[in-house]
């Protein structure tokens, strides 16, 4: 049975920076991508960066609204996806879920999400 538990939300001042993480565990033998998709109130799930593996070579994506303050980057050897996000600001802020796709499963598992608040 696979896992992923998120860490590193809270409450976080405008213009501040967060670190999310978040760690696979269980039966893998292939991870073929990890991500972070975000769910504020009153609003549908969204992508907010995923990195795929190419072997040696991981390659990110990321949503215009985030990616020129954003990093997704990733441990392989750890199973572990982080996502930077700095210049927070209010309109961040959302439970913040992560995706992964392991083993070729057809459908990809989630985590339990983290709530990220951004206020003064």
């Known amino acids: 049975q696979v896992q992923l538990v998120e860490s590193g939300g809270g409450l976080v001042q405008p213009g501040g920076s967060l670190r999310l993480s978040c760690a696979a565990s269980g039966s893998i033998f292939s991870i073929e991508a990890m991500g972070w998709y975000r769910q504020a109130p009153g609003k549908q799930r969204e992508l907010v960066a995923t990195?795929?593996?190419?072997?040696?070579?991981?390659?990110?994506t990321y949503a215009d609204s985030v990616w020129a303050r954003s990093t997704i980057s990733r441990d392989n050897a750890k199973n572990t996806v982080y996502l930077q996000i700095d210049i927070l600001r209010p309109e961040d802020t959302a439970v913040y879920y992560c995706?992964?796709?392991?083993?070729?499963?057809?459908?990809?598992?989630w985590g339990q999400g983290t709530q990220v608040t951004v206020s003064s």
């Open positions: 990195i795929t593996s190419g072997g040696v070579l991981n390659y990110p």
């Open positions: 995706n992964s796709r392991i083993n070729w499963r057809p459908n990809a598992y």
